[in-house]
């Protein structure tokens, strides 16, 4: 099953709003949603596509976070 992981530091009610956005347009797809990059680490394995912000994706690069880590195999 095709999964997609959200990665949003946005306010609680506007990252709901995105989540329930993509669910609803792709039911059959599995999407995981955290709040901050170090909550990632447990889905990172089964993802097949990544849904963030440029800010998150940056300090998860210069932090050497696992997100990076994922995308360098």
Not at 2 to 29: D, K, Q
Not at 39 to 60: E, G, N
Request: hydrophobic share 55%; net charge negative; aromatic share 16%.
């Amino acid at each position: 099953m095709t999964s997609i992981l959200m990665i949003l530091g946005l306010p609680e009610a506007m990252a709901r709003r995105y989540h329930e956005g993509i669910r609803a347009a792709f039911p059959e797809i599995a999407v995981t949603l955290v709040n901050h990059v170090a909550k990632a680490d447990p889905y990172l394995a089964d993802m097949d596509v990544l849904i963030t912000q440029p800010s998150l994706f940056l300090y998860s690069w210069f932090y050497g976070m696992a997100a990076v880590a994922y995308f360098a195999y």
